[in-house]
């Protein structure tokens, strides 16, 4: 599907996942996303004018949303560019890889960079015009919470389209909650070594308390122990097998990634005998309130484009809001748990949205390159019984 589109080793960052109303919940996530991209410009020797155009993932409406892409752009030291921004809850950043490499593709850009950002932490509160309301009372929406309690495609709550999932396919509590430690465990091999592993790509984030003190964040906040008698102890719905051990949490964060051709991926590498490849993308939308199905489809329309079967996989990560997208994948396309969400995944770290699977991606490029090159699968799903996929590649 791609020829033409690469990304530089060491040409990506994540910032740190901070938990709900932790650290982050006050900060301007564009703000905070343009800050934390500056520190990798200086940490890489990039320099904002390599850049012809952005793409700007982001979910969760901040102050001057309206001016969000520009306004980055400007705050990293490059008024002359923008682009759009693009918005598709979990899948934001796996849909803005697309766009990006559309761009290279067609010889639009030369190189991008793509910027994910979201706070879910104190969240807009809208009020919407109501006419017929009794003497013209506004609708008042929560735009996190109202979102995560219903969805008006399925008719139903995310949670229960995960449960639908579980029936249809006879997974159980025990299923369920041993794919959740089993997740956790794998969290814990990226803090290994002093955390060794998320080093390669995690940016510590400073954030002012006051105007004479501030905090430095250099890992994840808000990470819950998963243990099987932990686990055990919680209860479900009657009838369910999720408990909210087998689901992730909303969180904060940023990340981003540099897209652009072979010549300017290897003028921007940190090593230039490492060649990353972008071959990809698959979409889906799965049937009404089966959410979690959809990265199946999603991947296989991918790995379909990129003319290779699961066997040829080296590597895969998911966002998984809940453990019933990870046994619903295995069981589907048979992924073997040796390379399936190694270092950690969403349902442990918790997911910003905008910003959720361009970690993950970063993560997928970094475990790639430690076993000496291959195949990655990056898939998920988002609201509306939709799934995104991406395809790379690491020689």
């Known amino acids: 599907?791609?020829?033409?589109?690469?990304?530089?080793?060491?040409?990506?960052?994540?910032?740190?996942?901070?938990?709900?109303?932790?650290?982050?919940?006050?900060?301007?996530?564009v703000?905070?996303?343009a800050a934390t991209a500056k520190k990798f410009f200086e940490l890489r020797g990039y320099q904002p004018q390599y850049f012809d155009g952005i793409v700007f993932g982001?979910?969760?409406p901040q102050r001057e949303w309206f001016y969000d892409a520009p306004n980055f752009a400007?705050?990293?030291?490059n008024p002359d560019i923008s682009g759009p921004r693009i918005a598709q809850a979990c899948a934001t950043s796996t849909v803005s890889m697309n766009y990006a490499a559309g761009c290279i593709e067609l010889?639009?850009?030369?190189?991008v960079l793509v910027a994910t950002t979201d706070r879910t932490s104190n969240c807009a509160n809208l009020i919407w015009p109501n006419p017929n309301g009794p003497g013209g009372r506004p609708y008042f929406e929560s735009w996190m919470l109202d979102s995560f309690a219903w969805d008006p495609c399925a008719d139903t709550s995310p949670?229960?389209?995960a449960e639908n999932v579980a029936k249809e396919h006879g997974f159980t509590r025990e299923q369920s909650d041993a794919l959740a430690v089993n997740r956790y465990n794998k969290y814990l091999n990226a803090l290994a070594n002093d955390r060794e592993f998320q080093k390669r790509y995690m940016i510590p984030v400073e954030i002012k308390i006051s105007k004479k003190k501030s905090i430095v964040v250099e890992a994840d906040e808000g990470i819950t122990p998963c243990t099987t008698e932990g686990l055990a102890s919680l209860k479900t719905q009657p009838g369910c097998i999720l408990t909210f051990?087998?689901?992730?949490?909303?969180a904060d964060g940023n990340a981003g990634m540099v897209v652009t051709t072979r010549e300017k991926a290897r003028e921007f590498s940190a090593d230039s005998s490492v060649e990353i490849q972008v071959l990809s993308y698959g979409y889906a939308r799965t049937k009404k309130a089966h959410m979690p199905a959809a990265p199946t489809p999603a991947a296989i329309m991918a790995m379909e484009r990129a003319g290779i079967k699961v066997a040829d996989l080296a590597a895969v990560k998911t966002h998984n809001p809940f453990s019933v997208n990870d046994l619903a994948m295995a069981k589907l396309l048979g992924v073997d748990d040796k390379i399936f969400n190694n270092y950690g995944s969403s349902i442990v770290f918790g997911h910003p949205q905008g910003s959720t699977t361009m970690r993950l991606l970063v993560e997928l490029i970094e475990e790639l390159v430690i076993i000496g090159g291959g195949y990655g699968l990056l898939a998920g799903c988002a609201a509306g019984d939709t799934g995104a996929a991406l395809i790379v590649k690491v020689n």
């Open 31 to 33: 703000d905070l996303a």
């Open 159 to 161: 949670v229960q389209t």
């Open 1 to 29: 599907m791609f020829k033409n589109v690469f990304v530089p080793y060491k040409g990506y960052w994540s910032s740190p996942f901070s938990k709900w109303q932790g650290s982050f919940q006050n900060e301007n996530a």
């Open 58 to 60: 982001s979910t969760i």
């Open 74 to 77: 400007t705050q990293i030291g």
């Open 107 to 111: 010889g639009s850009h030369n190189s």
């Open 245 to 250: 051990g087998a689901q992730t949490h909303p």
